[in-house]
């Protein structure tokens, strides 16, 4: 018998902070938005619980963006007395610049690209389908449509499709870049 696939859809807000090093203008220093993600979850099967995935996984995975600074691990920026003062209730500067480590747990949020909204609308697509493998054993694979909207005009989303051996777990994308299917396309109406 051949089973139908099953969508979820989640829609989640947050507000962060960022800065794009490589951008010639304005991008390159840090400034803030109040995103929008919406995440459509397809698997052929369901979990033991009856969900795709529970919400509240997708829930505090994209919280963990939330009021923070989402920086490069590549980026070389300093955080400096000129810098923290203008965090909300930052503490004492030599508290939160005492290691990178230690700054980073607190309020910044490291990844592996440049944050633009389409490199984070594909790191969210593919962590979320491996988050999805984690927590349900019984689909196949994971299949994830990503909208990331940093304004009102400004969009981008991503196709991610994760496929699961069931004999051998799934790769890590980097490994074996030929099991993901992937495309980002940035929607852009307007702008500011």
Same mark, same amino acid.
């Given at each position: 018998?051949?089973?139908?696939?099953?969508?979820?859809?989640?829609?989640?807000?947050?507000?962060? %902070? #960022?800065?794009?090093?490589? #951008?010639? &203008?304005?991008?390159?220093?840090? #400034?803030?938005?109040?995103?929008?993600?919406?995440?459509?979850?397809?698997?052929?099967?369901? &979990?033991?619980? &009856?969900?795709?995935?529970? $919400? %509240?996984?997708?829930?505090?995975?994209? +919280?963990?963006?939330?009021?923070?600074? @989402?920086?490069?691990?590549?980026?070389?920026?300093?955080?400096?007395?000129?810098? @923290?003062?203008?965090?909300?209730?930052? &503490?004492?500067? *030599?508290?939160?610049? %005492?290691?990178?480590?230690?700054?980073?747990?607190? $309020?910044?949020?490291?990844?592996?690209? *440049?944050?633009?909204?389409?490199?984070? %609308?594909? /790191?969210?697509?593919?962590?979320?389908?491996?988050?999805?493998?984690?927590?349900?054993? #019984?689909?196949?694979?994971?299949?994830?449509?990503?909208?990331?909207?940093?304004?009102?005009?400004?969009?981008?989303?991503? +196709?991610?499709?994760?496929?699961?051996?069931?004999?051998?777990?799934?790769?890590?994308?980097? *490994?074996?870049?030929?099991? /993901?299917?992937?495309?980002?396309?940035?929607?852009?109406?307007?702008?500011?």
């Amino acid at each position: 018998m051949t089973s139908r696939p099953h969508n979820a859809q989640f829609s989640r807000t947050f507000s962060a %902070a #960022h800065r794009i090093p490589s #951008h010639r &203008g304005k991008c390159s220093r840090i #400034h803030g938005h109040n995103y929008r993600v919406d995440v459509t979850v397809t698997v052929d099967e369901l &979990g033991d619980d &009856g969900f795709a995935i529970e $919400w %509240a996984y997708v829930k505090d995975y994209i +919280d963990d963006f939330d009021h923070k600074l @989402i920086l490069a691990d590549s980026d070389s920026i300093t955080i400096t007395q000129e810098v @923290i003062p203008a965090i909300p209730n930052a &503490g004492p500067v *030599e508290q939160l610049v %005492a290691t990178r480590k230690q700054t980073d747990t607190a $309020w910044v949020r490291r990844t592996t690209c *440049e944050p633009s909204t389409e490199a984070l %609308a594909q /790191l969210m697509a593919e962590e979320l389908a491996r988050l999805v493998l984690d927590k349900n054993s #019984h689909t196949s694979y994971a299949e994830l449509h990503v909208t990331l909207s940093e304004t009102d005009s400004i969009m981008a989303y991503t +196709d991610v499709r994760l496929n699961r051996d069931r004999t051998e777990g799934y790769p890590d994308v980097d *490994e074996d870049p030929n099991r /993901l299917d992937a495309d980002a396309v940035l929607d852009v109406r307007g702008g500011d």
